[in-house]
């Protein structure tokens, strides 16, 4: 009996593979390569605006919702309710990737070089839009008619349906048109 259990064990030793352990790995002709996709969107020079209306801004409720939604996905984290913070401000006249329904849409579902995510896929095209029209509203871009008052809570600052409409910048001075790499 002895005698066949150290036969067994011989022969399941002499059976196992040892586990291949390949450090290099082969290269092969046919192997496909990999995609790397650059972004063509650069700082101080604004896309085209595709040229379509936004629905929504002739809507207050519409606008409403916007300013809703700007504080529910947190743009406010980054943009500080306009006035900026890690991103850029929303109130002024200075507009990297400029100031058209069609660019600040692609902004936020194409994001931006350098800090802006992108949201394609994660909010639908509908309430993109709703944003795009209140951040349009707070630079004074809406008819008076048409934008949002200020929010209760906020009563220190000016409606946004006061705001002086800003002029955005197609040009910019050399000291804040950023370099490209």
Known sequence: MKHIFICLLALAI???KREARDFQRPVTENAPAQDVQLSELHPGSPSPAPKFPNPYEENAYSVSEGKRLFGAYNCSGCHA???GGIGPPLIDADWVYGSE???IYDTIVKGRPNGMPSF??????YQVWELVAYVRSLSGQLPIDV???RSDHMQGKKPEALTPKEHPRTEYPANLKPERP
């Open 14 to 16: 002499a059976g196992c």
């Open 81 to 83: 309710n306009g006035g």
């Open 101 to 103: 329904s069609g660019q």
């Open 120 to 125: 394609s896929g994660k909010i639908p095209e």
């Open 147 to 149: 934008a949002n008052s």
